[in-house]
């Protein structure tokens, strides 16, 4: 046994226990490299997939093209390039509302 500096004593560590936690220490730190490296590509995916295309019941006016799409339980909104905000009902033809969207600049 030795004496640590405090005056306590030590107990002999067995070789092969100290080699078995390395193995899990190591194990574990690749197991963690390998999760982070899939949580990113599976963001860079999902962040790179196409937009879902408009629903084909939604008539929009001529000449509008969609920008982004959302949904309510009884509406549809349309966001368009030309700065508006079109709510269909849930048929998709009937238009409730169009608000435009001002710039605070």
Not at 8 to 19: G, I
Not at 29 to 49: H, S
Not at 86 to 103: M, V
Request: no cysteine; charged share 20%.
């Amino acid at each position: 046994m030795s004496k640590t500096p405090e005056g306590l004593e030590e107990k002999d560590v067995d070789p092969s226990l100290v080699r078995y936690l390395k193995l899990l220490v190591t194990t574990l730190a690749g197991v963690m490299i390998v999760g982070l490296v899939a949580v990113i590509a599976l963001l860079v995916i999902r962040l790179n997939a196409d937009v879902p295309p408009l629903p084909a019941r939604i008539a929009l006016p001529e000449g509008t093209k969609a920008q982004a799409f959302t949904q309510g339980e009884n509406w549809f909104a349309v966001v368009t390039e030309d700065e508006r905000i079109l709510i269909f009902a849930r048929d998709g033809g009937t238009l409730i509302q169009e608000i435009s969207i001002a710039n605070q600049e």
